[in-house]
């Protein structure tokens, strides 16, 4: 027979029992139920003192239920994982209602949506060769992320200097992987050209097709360095290049055709050719003059050098000679003149003399 002390202590253990059981329940059912827990997080709680299960797409501890559950430790299956369908293979009965004041939370599904993208301003953009693109960019937002338009990674090989058509790509990624991509298109038109016939072209008639812009105009070809370069035998040679623009096609350098070699160990006169052809088959060339002299030896310079020495004396010595007989001749001139006005003079007073006899 218990004593009255007796039953007293176990009158009070029982209530203290309850009044436990009562917090407990009332901390729980103060959690916010609609909390997202993820199936990783219930994959920590996998004990019977720490027993986190989901049924049904709720989530509940099911640690304080134990001692309650009439098959005991037996739920500790359901511990840290996903337990509807072991659940209701044992229960014919909704076991909703039992476990309700245990609910924690609700059960977060992987996210498996991408990212949005928005491309800002056009999409296509037509340009013509030599304008200048700005790209306008684009913004991202994802459901769980949010905005992300600051890890967007832009791709951009937009060349306004050549025509064609060239695509912008934007990507992005949220945290759990999954990504998007969004595509601008921006088209490079060449500049048509106008019609070089001055004749005025007649009004086509109704559903004509009128004529295309014909290009005939060659590309421009220049140089790098010098047209004529003179090298001596043995010197290095390394060619300059040219390039090459055109009018509708753009920068065409990477199109021009070389020919032509130089052999600085032979002495001659070498030609480097450089060729280039638009799209409408325009073709321009020019060339280079690659001299290579043999650099004369010190014999050949004296030899040179005296034959120069000795072509001056000579052209000296004619001067001279030549002068000598300008002042020769100079002199003969002006004794004939003398003779001359002599004679004359005498004629006249010959002339004087017959007057006078006659009178």
């Known amino acids: 027979m218990k004593t009255k002390k007796q039953n007293t202590k176990v ?35 996998n004990s019977i003192a720490n027993c986190w299960t989901a049924l049904d797409g709720k989530v509940y501890n099911l640690s304080p239920y134990i001692g309650s559950h009439p098959g005991g430790s037996a739920i500790s299956v359901l511990c840290g994982k996903d337990g509807s369908t072991i659940l209701d293979a044992k229960h014919s009965l909704s076991y909703a209602a039992m476990v309700s004041s245990y609910q924690i939370g609700v059960l977060s599904l992987p996210d498996t949506i991408s990212p949005v993208i928005t491309i800002l301003g056009s999409n296509p953009i037509n340009l013509k060769v030599g304008d200048v693109y700005t790209d306008l960019k684009a913004t991202a937002s994802d459901n769980i992320d949010g905005d992300l338009t600051s890890k967007i990674i832009t791709v951009n090989s937009v060349d306004t200097s050549l025509a064609g058509t060239y695509i912008v790509k934007y990507s992005v990624s949220d945290n759990s992987g999954n990504s998007a991509e969004a595509k601008r298109t921006v088209i490079i038109s060449p500049v048509i050209l106008p019609n070089p016939d ?7 008639e109704p559903n004509s097709t009128p004529n295309p812009v ?45 020919s032509g070699t130089v052999n600085t160990s032979l002495p001659g006169k070498y030609i480097i050719k ?21 650099e004369k030896s010190k014999i050949e310079k004296h030899e040179k050098n005296e034959t120069e020495k000795e072509n001056h004396e ?35 007073d010959n002339s004087k003399l017959k007057a006078k006899k006659k009178d």
């Open 11 to 45: 009158a009070l253990g029982l209530l203290l029992i309850t009044l436990t059981i009562i917090a407990l329940e009332g901390s729980i059912l103060a959690l916010d139920t609609t909390t997202p827990i993820t199936l990783s997080t219930i994959g920590t709680h």
């Open 198 to 204: 001055p004749t005025p072209t007649p009004n086509p």
């Open 214 to 258: 014909v290009d005939n105009k060659k590309p421009k070809l220049r140089l790098n360095g010098k047209s004529e370069i003179k090298l001596r035998l043995g010197d290095n040679y390394t060619d300059l290049g040219a390039t090459a623009i055109d009018n509708i096609d753009g920068d065409l350098t990477s199109k021009i055709i070389v």
């Open 274 to 294: 450089y060729t280039v052809t638009d799209k409408a088959g325009n073709t321009a060339k020019i060339k280079r003059i690659v001299v290579v002299k043999k």
């Open 314 to 348: 000579n052209e000296t010595e004619k001067e001279n000679e030549k002068e000598v007989h300008l002042k020769e001749k100079k002199n003969s001139d002006n004794v004939n003149h003398e003779k001359e006005k002599e004679t004359e003079s005498k004629n006249k």
